[in-house]
């Protein structure tokens, strides 16, 4: 395949791709894929040959893109690896990789020395390099037009972030940009070194039970964590800890997906004098919903989740057959059940149109709300998935109140009234209900009688 992995293009990019053999009297249609996600998306081309000429014009300078191809007979399908490119502009030098500082790093000093590689010109003219700092993000102050590829600046307030960037162009003014904009700032002699925050797994996105994570900082002893959704962060979630990582929880950054916020993070290291040295802020929005896959053993089940205020829920009832320790559980349709087994009900006996519950065919009850499960499974701690926990009444309290909050209790109603504010908006199952939040909150189905499997405690 060509043209080879991140390979620069400025103009036409020339898609070219082995033959697939087609069987007697059939002719293959290659789809032609590309776009700035991995994997694209995008069909740009359905052509029979094994190149496709694609005209970059439109596409943005500075982005990578990626490409593949696929394709398929009446039997079998095959897709080729993922390959991208660079966009610059025709005629523009290569971009210029900004290499120091490393990103939020603090340098010690007056001083700091920026870096970054050389930029070759296609038609081999003459490089310069436009340096850009300034105090926010992207700076748009010229501070400096060199011939090196390296700058020393100065004049620059100590222990407060300053953003950089480099454009390299030739004489006829065609240029190219870094392919990122980076920060640092001057430290004061003396204290422990800067911690500098990692980046995250997704850009300017906390993903559900990800760590902030930074280095560790030579003469720090230890470190104080501060998110907040003001800037700079001033609420601190954890003090005095050894580690250089630290597992945000739900309630320190609270969001619905009708007000999704923006957080602030900070890492202060201190060392034994008491002399302390900030992280530049690290900003970021909290993953808002996603899905979770459950495996156990050979049985693999997805589920939806989402984030509401300081909690996580998943927005399906579990469908698990076996216990989060991948052991069957049992089904109560194969036979007797004593009353501490851990079982499962493929078809509660509300389901049969009593309750006022639809009676619905067993397989769609299942996909849509899930499985039934005895007390025993959940008093044992044998349901839930790892980082997660059947809800409790503690949980549901947290909810009702958040929802009773949110949603507004004008008259200051309770009992009732109350529940019918709080159950509507998370379900649709009661009080002509919106699920507002979008919980999905349905009934699994329950048993209560004198039935034997109402004494296995369903």
Do not use: C
């Amino acid at each position: 395949m060509g043209p080879e992995d991140a390979s620069i293009v400025r103009a036409q990019a020339k898609l070219e791709w082995d033959l697939v053999e087609a069987g007697e009297g059939e002719v293959l249609t290659y789809e032609v894929l590309l776009g700035n996600q991995n994997p694209p998306k995008e069909v740009v081309a359905e052509i029979t040959d094994t190149s496709f000429d694609y005209d970059t014009s439109e596409l943005v300078s500075g982005q990578t893109y990626y490409w593949q191809v696929k394709v398929s007979d009446k039997i079998n399908k095959s897709e080729s690896d993922v390959k991208s490119f660079i966009k610059l502009r025709p005629g523009s030098p290569d971009q210029p990789i900004l290499t120091s500082p490393v990103n939020r790093e603090g340098v010690k000093g007056d001083v700091a020395l920026l870096e970054w590689t050389p930029a070759e010109d296609p038609e081999g003219d003459v490089v310069s390099y436009n340096v850009y700092v300034g105090l926010v993000n992207p700076p748009s102050t010229l501070v400096a037009t060199v011939e090196t590829n390296n700058y020393n600046t100065n004049l620059l307030d100590k222990n407060t972030p300053f953003f950089w960037r480099v454009e390299a162009v030739d004489p006829s003014g065609n240029f190219s940009e870094s392919p990122t904009n980076q920060s640092f700032q001057l430290l004061n002699e003396g204290g422990p070194d800067s911690p500098i925050l990692h980046d995250l797994e997704v850009e300017n996105i906390l993903s559900l039970d990800e760590s902030l994570k930074w280095n560790i900082s030579e003469g720090a002893v230890s470190y104080d964590v501060y998110i907040d959704d003001v800037f700079p962060p001033a609420k601190i979630v954890a003090a005095n800890i050894n580690e250089s990582e630290y597992v945000v929880k739900n309630e320190d950054i609270p969001s619905t997906l009708n007000d999704i916020k923006t957080y602030y993070a900070q890492i202060v290291a201190k060392d034994e004098e008491g002399l302390e040295t900030r992280s530049i802020e690290l900003e970021f929005q909290p993953q808002m919903q996603g899905v979770y896959t459950d495996t156990r053993g050979n049985e693999v089940q997805t589920y939806n989740w989402l984030r509401l205020d300081k909690q996580v829920w998943m927005t399906q009832n579990l469908r698990t057959t076996k216990t989060n320790m991948s052991t069957d559980l049992i089904n109560v349709a194969q036979g007797p059940l004593e009353r501490n087994k851990p079982a499962y009900d493929e078809m509660p006996a509300s389901v049969l149109g009593t309750n006022g519950l639809p009676s619905l065919p067993q397989e769609d009850w299942v996909a849509k709300n899930g499985r039934l499960y005895n007390r025993s499974v959940i008093d044992q701690n044998l349901l839930a998935p790892k980082g997660w926990h059947v809800m409790t009444t503690a949980d549901l309290n947290v909810l009702y109140d958040f929802v009773l909050n949110d949603q507004g209790n004008p008259n200051n109603v309770t009992g009732k009234p109350q529940d019918k504010i709080v159950v509507s908006a998370i379900s649709t199952l009661l009080y002509n209900g919106t699920d507002t939040y979008g919980l999905n909150f349905e009934s699994a189905g329950w048993r209560s009688g004198d039935d034997a499997l109402s004494r296995a405690r369903f």
